[in-house]
């Protein structure tokens, strides 16, 4: 079998350039002989006609200023507001149908589908936009809550929580020299792209679960390919691996392409092991997931569509610009076999029947993509020193008079899919070319006037006339935007911001969490009786162990960071929080209840001490907490009358959910049952570590009921993860023995729903407490990282 991978593999490639030199020599043609021009020429005037208006009807559009486009509820609405969302959504999905999907637009099947595809985003977008205030609104699919409501409705919720997984660890493992933003960006375009194949592939007659099925296999096909992206592509042309690791890699990937099996890891020397370790078996893990999945003539197309692709990126990887003897068929040609066979390679990965024209169409499509790819990154290409056909123009046009001007190779290819592909069809040459001229547009906003000006003195000097025609275009044409482009620039603002945000709150809770360490110490007074010791040392000898301080450092930033309360101020709050929920440890731990043996990684007060030491110790931080809290001199005396008033009651309701708990032993639960003792033993603390400064800062009640709602599906979502932990987690970073729940005969999610449905009760819950953050009056990000940390902790 592995002999015959190989064979397919060379003799796969080999048919690929011969198709790829006969492309690129008509190319070569049509730029040598100028035959795009007068082409393109008659195209852009009939074109120009839907772009270009008179002046004078710009009088009737005041009052209807563009907002910009990274204000994207006002865009959305504005282009709803003035008729344009339709035409809008039309061009883009049209476009993804062509270059994605390989589809001609000249099908009426297809014209159908794209208008169903239309119809449904644009009611979509028209009702997120109006019905949500958040300046988020619309984009609610690409959070983890908006794509886990999406995944229920397709009943492919597992699927869902399987790929939240893995994304958040690649995120957590993508090299700092690699872009975290845009690889997780390409990542989840070509899961998108994949997606989109196995949908356009059903017809109305599978069943709910056939189609659940399709969906979930297609989510997991796409991130398995698409992990190639940031794990192999970027990896490699990053500066991470040193050269002798970008060889070792490199044998290995192609070994795997042409054997079908994944070699093991072998030793693997310098500081990238445990990197590689990662990267190595979650592409193996996908590798033979999409081999495995494969018909047996489905598969031999995917491994060499495969190797075309690894090896023509090889072949330009391994160019330097410091070369001058490239020929034009040594930049072209690979450029031809990667963009196309990235693209073919997604029907075979999906086992898709054969689709009539696809192969050729997505093959003479693919320089197009990567031009326009190349021209937008050519000046970061420039200073990384990569060879692509712009940075060898830039660098040897003086020299190399023989050398091919790439912007008129992006005008051949232009005009041959406009007229030799699609065959003249007028909805393509309306599409293409309001392609061609956005990305323009976006360069110039992008590098400013002056510098795209130098830009087109050097790359469209070949033909002024066209150029003046070309550049009008881009000074006066509208309605030539794109959906795509706008999720792209949005998807990639959301992950930086939500990054700097994730990055922000942990640094925050790390600094905040120091200084309620340094607060938490119960000094002893200086006349204070030898006798008198050992309560507080026992109590020090709690409070000093590894917590996580969740509730004090959530008060803190409620209070200070949300109200703007004294951090001074509010010192005793946050002491007397810590030390009751110290206090309800003490007492979880005891033998006539949980009877554990460690917490925060230390042996449990009991085991140190004595079981009547314990209940003391407990005793006496409760009623320390109360006596914090009545030293709030700061604040209106009601108020903090108030706030004990509530502190009290809460704390009444977890001895009541504790009793409920012990009760509850040895007893089978219901689920309403579990939630009540899940809220009473830990929602109510989250739920006074936030309302409590909102009653110091007086808010009204509205937004209490929010934080309360909130509080209770968040606690409920915490608990759920630490009985998945209990069964999942390591007991050096929980700091507590795993399994204690099963041993104790204790009801838990995952005892009453099982693993996967605890899970999928976990993120229920995180839903609903998402949402509940919508009904507050101000943005709170803290608490979506608050609840992001909840559960996807691993201790």
Same mark, same amino acid.
């Given at each position: 079998?592995?002999?015959?991978?190989?064979?397919?593999?060379?003799?796969?490639?080999?048919?690929?350039?011969?198709?790829?030199?006969?492309?690129?020599?008509?190319?070569?043609?049509?730029?040598?002989? !100028?035959?795009?021009?007068?082409?393109?020429?008659?195209? %852009?005037?009939?074109?120009?006609?839907?772009?270009?208006?008179?002046?004078?009807?710009?009088?009737?559009? !005041?009052?209807?200023?563009?907002?910009?486009?990274?204000?994207?509820?006002?865009?959305?609405?504005?282009?709803?507001?003035?008729? !344009?969302?339709?035409?809008?959504?039309?061009?883009?999905?049209?476009?993804?149908?062509?270059?994605?999907?390989?589809?001609?637009?000249?099908?009426?099947?297809?014209?159908?589908?794209?208008?169903?595809?239309? /119809?449904?985003?644009?009611?979509?977008?028209?009702?997120?936009?109006?019905?949500?205030?958040?300046?988020?609104?619309?984009?609610?699919?690409?959070?983890?809550?908006?794509?886990?409501?999406?995944?229920?409705?397709?009943?492919?919720?597992?699927? *869902?929580?399987?790929?939240?997984?893995?994304?958040?660890?690649?995120?957590?493992?993508?090299?700092?020299?690699?872009?975290? $933003?845009?690889?997780?960006?390409?990542?989840?375009?070509?899961?998108?792209?994949?997606?989109?194949?196995?949908?356009?592939?059903?017809?109305?007659?599978?069943?709910?679960?056939?189609?659940?099925?399709?969906?979930?296999?297609?989510?997991?096909?796409?991130?398995?390919?698409?992990?190639?992206?940031?794990?192999?592509?970027?990896?490699?042309?990053?500066?991470?691996?040193?050269?002798?690791?970008?060889?070792?890699?490199?044998?290995?990937?192609?070994?795997?392409?042409?054997?079908?099996?994944?070699?093991?890891?072998?030793?693997?020397?310098?500081?990238?092991?445990?990197?590689?370790?990662?990267?190595?078996?979650?592409?193996?893990?996908?590798?033979?997931?999409?081999?495995?999945?494969?018909?047996? +003539?489905?598969?031999?197309?995917?491994?060499?569509?495969?190797?075309?692709?690894?090896?023509?990126?090889?072949?330009?990887?391994?160019?330097?610009?410091?070369?001058?003897?490239?020929?034009?068929?040594?930049?072209?040609?690979?450029?031809?076999?990667?963009?196309?066979?990235?693209?073919? *390679?997604?029907?075979?990965?999906?086992?898709?029947?054969?689709?009539?024209?696809?192969?050729?169409?997505?093959?003479?499509?693919?320089?197009?993509?990567?031009?326009?790819?190349?021209?937008?990154?050519?000046?970061?290409?420039?200073?990384?020193?990569?060879?692509?056909?712009? /940075?060898?123009?830039?660098?040897?046009?003086?020299?190399?008079? +023989?050398?091919?001007?790439?912007?008129?190779?992006?005008?051949?290819?232009?005009?041959?899919?406009?007229?030799?592909?699609?065959?003249?069809?007028?909805? /393509?040459?309306?599409?293409?070319?309001?392609?061609?001229?956005?990305?323009?547009?976006?360069? !110039?906003?992008?590098?400013?006037? $002056?510098?795209?000006?130098?830009?087109?003195?050097?790359?469209?000097?070949?033909?002024?006339? %066209?150029?003046?025609?070309?550049?009008?275009?881009?000074?006066?044409?509208?309605?030539?935007?794109?959906?795509?482009?706008?999720?792209?620039?949005?998807?990639?603002?959301?992950?930086?911001?939500?990054?700097?945000?994730?990055?922000?709150?942990?640094?925050?809770? $790390?600094?905040?969490?120091?200084?309620?360490?340094?607060?938490?110490?119960?000094?002893?007074?200086?006349?204070?009786?030898?006798?008198?010791?050992?309560?507080?040392?026992?109590?020090?000898?709690?409070? $000093?162990?590894?917590?996580?301080?969740?509730?004090? *450092?959530?008060?803190?930033?409620?209070?200070?960071?949300?109200?703007?309360?004294?951090?001074?101020?509010?010192?005793?709050?946050?002491?007397?929080?810590?030390?009751?929920?110290?206090?309800?440890?003490?007492?979880?731990?005891?033998?006539?209840?949980?009877?554990?043996?460690?917490?925060?990684?230390?042996?449990?007060?009991?085991?140190?001490?004595?079981?009547?030491?314990?209940?003391?110790?407990?005793?006496?931080?409760?009623?320390?907490?109360?006596?914090?809290?009545?030293?709030?001199?700061?604040?209106?005396?009601?108020?903090?009358? +108030?706030?004990?008033?509530?502190?009290?009651?809460?704390?009444?309701?977890?001895?009541?959910?504790?009793?409920?708990?012990?009760?509850?032993?040895?007893?089978?639960?219901?689920?309403?049952?579990?939630?009540?003792?899940?809220?009473?033993? /830990?929602?109510?603390?989250?739920?006074?570590?936030?309302?409590?400064?909102?009653?110091?800062?007086?808010?009204?009640?509205?937004?209490?009921?929010?934080?309360?709602? %909130?509080?209770?599906?968040?606690?409920?979502? %915490?608990?759920?993860?630490?009985?998945?932990?209990?069964?999942?987690?390591?007991?050096?970073?929980?700091?507590?023995?795993?399994?204690?729940?099963?041993?104790?005969?204790?009801?838990?999610?995952?005892?009453?729903?099982?693993?996967?449905?605890?899970?999928?009760?976990?993120?229920?819950?995180?839903?609903?407490?998402?949402?509940?953050?919508?009904?507050?009056?101000?943005?709170?990000?803290?608490?979506?990282?608050?609840?992001?940390?909840?559960?996807?902790?691993?201790?």
């Amino acid at each position: 079998m592995n002999v015959a991978f190989k064979d397919h593999a060379d003799l796969g490639y080999r048919q690929a350039e011969e198709k790829a030199a006969q492309y690129f020599a008509s190319l070569k043609l049509q730029v040598k002989e !100028k035959t795009y021009v007068p082409t393109l020429t008659e195209d %852009f005037h009939l074109w120009k006609k839907n772009h270009i208006h008179p002046a004078w009807l710009s009088f009737f559009s !005041k009052g209807k200023k563009k907002p910009d486009t990274r204000d994207y509820n006002r865009y959305i609405q504005w282009l709803n507001a003035t008729g !344009k969302l339709e035409d809008y959504l039309d061009r883009s999905v049209s476009y993804m149908y062509m270059r994605d999907m390989g589809k001609s637009l000249n099908s009426p099947a297809t014209q159908t589908r794209i208008q169903h595809v239309v /119809t449904d985003i644009k009611n979509h977008l028209i009702h997120s936009t109006s019905s949500n205030k958040n300046k988020e609104a619309g984009l609610e699919t690409m959070s983890l809550a908006g794509l886990y409501r999406w995944g229920q409705k397709k009943g492919i919720e597992t699927d *869902i929580i399987w790929l939240i997984n893995k994304l958040r660890m690649v995120s957590i493992h993508v090299p700092e020299e690699i872009s975290a $933003e845009h690889a997780q960006r390409k990542l989840i375009k070509i899961i998108i792209g994949v997606v989109l194949h196995v949908v356009e592939d059903m017809d109305d007659t599978l069943s709910a679960a056939e189609r659940a099925k399709r969906l979930g296999e297609a989510i997991r096909l796409g991130y398995s390919y698409g992990l190639t992206y940031p794990f192999i592509d970027d990896l490699l042309d990053s500066t991470v691996l040193t050269p002798t690791e970008k060889e070792q890699y490199s044998r290995m990937i192609r070994t795997s392409l042409l054997t079908g099996t994944v070699p093991k890891l072998s030793e693997w020397s310098g500081s990238n092991q445990e990197l590689i370790q990662y990267i190595h078996a979650e592409l193996r893990e996908a590798f033979e997931y999409i081999r495995d999945y494969q018909r047996p +003539d489905t598969q031999r197309i995917f491994f060499e569509q495969s190797y075309v692709f690894f090896h023509s990126q090889e072949i330009d990887r391994a160019k330097v610009l410091s070369d001058s003897t490239y020929t034009n068929e040594e930049l072209y040609i690979p450029v031809i076999l990667k963009s196309s066979s990235s693209r073919l *390679i997604v029907r075979s990965i999906i086992s898709a029947p054969v689709d009539e024209g696809f192969d050729d169409r997505t093959f003479y499509n693919g320089i197009y993509n990567q031009l326009a790819d190349d021209f937008a990154d050519m000046f970061d290409d420039m200073k990384d020193g990569a060879v692509t056909p712009y /940075t060898y123009y830039l660098k040897y046009r003086d020299q190399r008079p +023989d050398l091919i001007n790439p912007f008129e190779m992006y005008w051949s290819v232009i005009s041959h899919l406009i007229h030799h592909v699609h065959h003249s069809d007028p909805k /393509t040459r309306e599409v293409i070319l309001d392609r061609a001229i956005n990305g323009l547009k976006r360069c !110039k906003v992008r590098v400013g006037t $002056e510098k795209y000006n130098e830009i087109m003195d050097i790359f469209a000097s070949g033909h002024p006339e %066209f150029n003046r025609l070309v550049q009008h275009m881009v000074r006066k044409a509208d309605n030539v935007d794109f959906f795509d482009k706008l999720l792209r620039d949005q998807m990639v603002t959301t992950l930086k911001n939500d990054r700097q945000e994730k990055d922000d709150f942990h640094q925050a809770i $790390e600094t905040i969490r120091q200084q309620i360490n340094d607060i938490l110490s119960i000094t002893k007074p200086n006349d204070i009786s030898p006798m008198q010791e050992p309560l507080i040392d026992a109590a020090n000898y709690s409070l $000093e162990g590894d917590g996580k301080r969740i509730r004090p *450092i959530l008060t803190w930033m409620m209070g200070v960071n949300e109200y703007g309360l004294e951090a001074s101020a509010i010192v005793p709050l946050l002491r007397s929080l810590e030390y009751m929920h110290t206090a309800s440890l003490i007492f979880d731990d005891l033998p006539s209840q949980d009877n554990a043996s460690t917490r925060r990684g230390r042996p449990t007060l009991h085991q140190v001490h004595n079981v009547a030491t314990a209940e003391l110790t407990g005793l006496f931080l409760i009623l320390r907490a109360i006596n914090e809290q009545s030293s709030l001199g700061q604040f209106n005396a009601k108020t903090v009358l +108030d706030l004990i008033h509530y502190s009290a009651q809460k704390t009444e309701e977890m001895c009541m959910g504790q009793a409920m708990d012990l009760q509850s032993k040895g007893k089978v639960l219901t689920l309403e049952q579990l939630n009540m003792i899940c809220f009473y033993k /830990t929602g109510i603390a989250f739920e006074a570590s936030l309302v409590m400064p909102a009653i110091l800062a007086e808010a009204n009640e509205s937004e209490i009921a929010a934080l309360k709602k %909130f509080a209770y599906h968040a606690g409920i979502a %915490f608990q759920i993860k630490d009985d998945l932990l209990d069964l999942e987690g390591d007991l050096f970073l929980l700091g507590k023995p795993t399994g204690q729940d099963a041993e104790n005969n204790t009801s838990t999610f995952v005892s009453i729903l099982g693993q996967d449905n605890a899970k999928k009760e976990m993120w229920e819950h995180y839903c609903l407490a998402v949402e509940a953050l919508k009904e507050m009056p101000r943005d709170i990000a803290f608490l979506k990282h608050l609840l992001n940390y909840f559960v996807s902790r691993d201790h």
